[in-house]
């Protein structure tokens, strides 16, 4: 397949060949910074355990073309969710910022006095975004429509992705966690529940509200207060476990302990314990609740070809998408634009259901074609949440260094965290660079990152790209911190 590219594509003469780049230095290991071997000393981490890289933004417009530092700049390691700086630029520029995701709703049959005599089908077509609020308001228009009593069914079309659902506990063994949900054309809430907890002292429990509402699952409405002691409010402490929750029964959600007062207002997210039936579940449940009538069920079916949607919803733009995927490291909304980049119309022909390894051909080609002999990365499903997905921190310096003199380069710096401001890194150690610093951060159990721009008070731009891959590697996250202070310092003139 053909990507054209035109759009975004700049000038030959801001590359730089790979060849130029490795004899400036690239590949070239170099002494680390004293601060970064006391962190990586103090972690127990080895230094041939890092990988990295410190450069120009824009070598060809400074005219400083050799790193200010290489480490094993040209080993393949997996970057965690790093990666997902390689899916959101792929989205931007073959995309487009301001592409948006449509989901149809149809209407199969007449409506007459409030009643449609036929099913209801909503047929996703991959929106990451599509949370709670915005199924509010999908079904708020049904009911615009006229319709309060549907007679058949609620039909839900999946069909645009061609992924098999996963058990959600494959990966590290924690099924309930909410970024362990997995991709689906229609991924509703993150497939989870959001649990909000108040204590009432007054009558000695505290209340229970789950959103959505899902159909035909039991939940109680209220759990008792911990009981204090010599008349003082209980510390909050480890109030998930004080709750004892049982989520092993889809139909039931028990709490056999009890929440502490002093917690205060405590909200909790968790996936659903039965994934394939959550999006069935939170319509329904919705629907219900919302005053509207269910002659059959919820299920999985398909729209009758050439039936015309009663209506579209538009989700939010790529731009905005990005900022989460980026800022809070969402995997599900990762995948979901990974799997996107596969789900276009071919020669005029209808829309060809998307998977992952249609997705990394599309990758392949747009890298082959944007960055010649840079390595491409090895990718599994775009999120970094994997044990397989590999890139080598040059081809992820030089994917960034294109990137910055990019027409994509506002939106894609825009989405990453700001050191010590916001998203995953809000609670960064590091002074010297805080807010200074654009950096995607990523965490696996044997893999710590930190990659993307930074800013010097010289006014000077760099790219960093350090990657850890050891058992020890999250506690080595200050020794990636202690990199960017350097890379600030050091920026300067």
Not at 2 to 21: D, E, H, K, V, Y
Not at 109 to 115: E, K, R, T, Y
Request: charged share 20%; hydrophobic share 40%.
């Amino acid at each position: 397949m053909t990507i054209p590219l035109s759009r975004t594509r700049p000038s030959a003469g801001l590359f730089i060949p790979l060849a130029l780049w490795l004899a400036s230095g690239w590949a070239t290991a170099q002494a680390l910074p004293p601060e970064v071997e006391a962190q990586l000393a103090r972690a127990k981490v080895p230094r041939e355990a890092l990988a990295a890289i410190v450069v120009d933004a824009a070598p060809a417009l400074a005219g400083k073309s050799t790193p200010l530092l290489s480490h094993r700049a040209s080993v393949a390691v997996n970057p965690a969710s790093v990666m997902k700086l390689v899916t959101t630029y792929a989205g931007l520029e073959l995309l487009g910022p301001a592409y948006t995701w449509n989901t149809p709703v149809y209407v199969d049959g007449p409506i007459s006095n409030g009643v449609l005599q036929g099913n209801l089908i909503i047929q996703g077509r991959g929106d990451p975004k599509l949370v709670q609020e915005r199924l509010w308001l999908l079904l708020r228009r049904v009911q615009g429509l006229g319709i309060k009593t549907i007679t058949g069914d609620i039909l839900l079309d999946r069909s645009a992705f061609a992924v098999s659902a996963p058990n959600p506990g494959d990966f590290d063994g924690e099924p309930l966690r909410p970024y362990n949900a997995s991709p689906d054309a229609l991924l509703l809430n993150y497939k989870s529940v959001v649990m909000t907890f108040v204590p009432n002292p007054g009558n000695g429990t505290a209340s229970v509200n789950f959103e959505p509402p899902l159909a035909n699952v039991q939940t109680p409405s209220s759990v008792p207060l911990t009981a204090s002691q010599n008349g003082a409010a209980s510390d909050c402490g480890d109030y998930r476990g004080m709750l004892k929750a049982d989520f092993s029964d889809p139909f039931r959600i028990v709490f056999n302990g009890s929440y502490p007062v002093g917690c205060g207002e405590k909200v909790w997210p968790l996936a659903y314990a039965d994934p394939a039936s959550y999006a069935e579940r939170a319509i329904a449940g919705m629907w219900a609740e919302m005053g509207g009538k269910l002659g059959g069920r919820a299920r999985e079916g398909r729209a009758a070809p050439g039936l015309k949607p009663a209506f579209e919803v538009v989700s939010p733009t790529l731009t905005e998408v990005i900022r989460d995927i980026n800022k809070f490291s969402n995997n599900v909304m990762a995948q979901q634009l990974f799997l996107t980049l596969s789900l276009r119309p071919r020669n005029g022909s209808p829309d060809t259901a998307a998977s992952y390894a249609a997705s990394r051909e599309v990758v392949r080609v747009w890298w082959r074609e944007r960055f010649g002999d840079a390595e491409p990365p090895l990718l599994d499903n775009g999120s970094g949440l994997s044990r397989s997905e590999r890139a080598t921190p040059q081809s992820l310096a030089r994917m960034l260094q294109t990137a910055y003199l990019s027409g994509a380069m506002p939106e894609l710096m825009a989405s990453l965290p700001i050191v010590g401001v916001d998203g995953t890194l809000r609670r960064s150690r590091s002074r010297t660079a805080q807010g200074w610093a654009h950096l995607k951060s990523g965490t696996l159990r044997d893999s710590t990152a930190l990659a993307g721009y930074v800013h010097t008070p010289s006014g000077r731009r760099l790219v960093v790209v350090a990657i850890i891959n050891h058992p020890n590697a999250p506690a080595a996250r200050p020794a990636l911190e202690a990199l960017v202070d350097w890379a600030v310092k050091e920026g300067n003139p």
